[in-house]
């Protein structure tokens, strides 16, 4: 169902009777829409979570066109962002909590490892650092958040195809300590949309289920 957090910010919530875990989930640069609300339900029936799902762009409608939301990403804050994803976790009701993002998400995720709120994060192919593009006043480096929260927490799932995580970015994710994957003939976005022509199913259900355990804290 879609609610409204405190922040005034809309999300999807799809509550899960008996969870003892929710799970956030940071969207890409397109926001709130259908493919999200199937995920959200998809997750918490098969992980058994209490799932919340925030929109990244809040405000008056975006185009869904790629110059417009790369205009919005210019002028987002980071502690906004943060704030939602912070709400997000409260409506889960649930003591633990673990997060997961995707692209633009991805790296809201790596950002949030700062916040000390998720015990958990994965992630997909998350920007290590922010884009020249997207640079704006409110938008800090991930590696800075990851830096000042604990890295060991972070499952980067990585596609070595990917632009948007070059090989020099995920050394210096490594090097403060977290731990990635690499999928060597994935580009980016192989996993969360089975629409997009990057999608690659067997590696997908590969790191699906890698994220799942890491977010059970089996490995």
């Known amino acids: 169902m879609r609610i409204t957090l405190?922040?005034?910010?809309?999300?999807?919530?799809?509550?899960?009777?008996?969870?003892?875990?929710?799970?956030?989930?940071a969207t890409d640069v397109w926001g709130l829409r259908p493919l999200f609300d199937d995920l959200a339900e998809r997750l918490s029936a098969?992980?058994?979570?209490?799932v919340c799902v925030p929109e990244p762009f809040p405000g008056p409608p975006i185009p869904m066109e790629f110059e417009p939301r790369v205009a919005a990403l210019r002028a987002a804050d980071d502690a906004a962002r943060l704030r939602d994803l912070q709400e997000a976790a409260a409506v889960t009701a649930c003591s633990r909590v673990v997060l997961i993002g995707f692209c633009m998400g991805g790296m809201y995720a790596l950002k949030a490892c700062s916040l000390h709120t998720f015990d958990r994060i994965v992630p997909f192919y998350g920007m290590i650092r922010v884009p020249e593009a997207w640079r704006g006043p409110g938008q800090g480096e991930p590696l800075d958040f990851v830096a000042a929260g604990d890295p060991e927490c972070v499952l980067a799932i990585i596609g070595d195809q990917d632009p948007y995580t070059p090989p020099d970015d995920v050394?210096?994710?490594?090097?403060?300590?977290?731990?990635?994957?690499?999928?060597?003939?994935?580009a980016h976005a192989f996993v969360h949309d089975p629409s997009r022509d990057a999608h690659r199913p067997?590696?997908?259900?590969?790191?699906?289920?890698?994220?799942?355990?890491?977010?059970?804290?089996?490995?």
Do not use: K, N
């Not at 050394?171 to 731990?179: D, F, I, R, T």
């Not at 790191?207 to 804290?217: F, P, T």
């Open 202 to 219: 067997a590696d997908a259900a590969m790191a699906w289920q890698m994220a799942y355990e890491w977010l059970q804290g089996a490995v």
């Open 171 to 186: 050394a210096a994710l490594e090097a403060l300590g977290v731990s990635t994957v690499r999928f060597p003939e994935a």
């Open 46 to 50: 098969e992980w058994s979570m209490s």
């Open 6 to 25: 405190p922040s005034g910010t809309p999300a999807i919530s799809v509550p899960h009777a008996g969870a003892t875990t929710g799970l956030v989930i």
